[in-house]
């Protein structure tokens, strides 16, 4: 079955980076869009970022755009989420999940989800 | 961005009720919308997308309905282990948003 392994949370200070991978198993993980979904502590889910199973197109949310920046290694089946510029607010568990539709355009809905890893930015 | 407004944000109900749940859009997004279900401590499950079909594997009890921008998740008979939090989000095009939630709990 579908297996989605996020890697690389922890604590970071106010301004500094980090980088969240994503390890796709059990699909041909070049055939599918992937996206980075997060959730504040005691909040509700928030869409991140999306890119086409090709690295083609690339979608933020207005919150990350031009501080986050979401890519791919297909040989590796492997999706990245390097994150610049980190504020408090972007404390939360940041789940990486696939796209339902193969080859889909912009993202529709998530049919899978990784189980998560916790990024906290704090000083 | 179109904007998507849940409601209620919470309820109790007691087991065997009928529960229903709306999703607002701010426009109109046709059928492009997903339901989806969080048990505490657990990791978010696709109920319904395209407004009103079911995923895979869901109970009969849940249905979608409603096209535009007003939408609704009904749980027919309410059971145990429906208590969790229901999210719908849209995906016509991106950003792909979600709503606040709306949290179900047993009366």
């Known amino acids: 079955q579908v297996q989605l392994v996020e890697s690389g949370g922890g604590v970071v200070q106010p301004g500094g980076s980090l980088r969240l991978s994503c390890e796709g198993s059990e699909f041909t993980f070049s055939s599918y869009g992937m996206h980075w979904v997060r959730q504040a502590p005691g909040k509700g889910l928030e869409w991140v970022a999306f890119?086409?199973?090709?690295?083609?197109?690339?979608y933020y949310a207005s919150s990350v755009k031009g501080r986050f920046t979401i890519s791919r290694d297909n040989s590796k089946n492997t999706l990245y989420l390097q994150m610049d510029s980190l504020r408090t607010e972007d404390t939360a568990v940041y789940y990486c999940?696939?796209?339902?539709?193969?080859?889909?355009?912009?993202?529709?809905?998530?049919?899978?989800w990784g189980q998560g890893t916790l990024v906290t930015v704090s000083s | 961005d179109i904007q998507m407004t849940q409601s209620p944000s919470s309820l109790s109900a007691s087991i065997g009720d009928r529960v229903t749940i709306t999703c607002r859009a701010s426009?109109?997004?046709?059928?492009?919308l997903a339901w989806y279900q969080q048990k505490p401590g657990k990791v978010p499950k696709l109920l319904i997308y395209?407004?009103?079909t079911l995923q895979s594997g869901v109970p009969s009890r849940f249905s979608g309905s409603g096209s535009g921008t007003d939408f609704t998740l009904t749980i027919s008979s309410l059971q145990p282990e429906d208590v969790a939090t229901y999210y719908c989000?849209?995906?016509?095009?991106?950003?792909?948003?979600f709503g606040g939630g709306t949290k179900v709990e047993i009366k």
């Open positions: 890119i086409r199973h090709d690295g083609s197109n690339k």
């Open positions: 999940t696939r796209d339902a539709v193969a080859v889909a355009g912009s993202g529709t809905r998530s049919d899978h």
């Open positions: 989000q849209r995906y016509n095009s991106a950003p792909l948003i």
């Open positions: 395209a407004a009103f």
């Open positions: 426009q109109g997004i046709s059928n492009y």
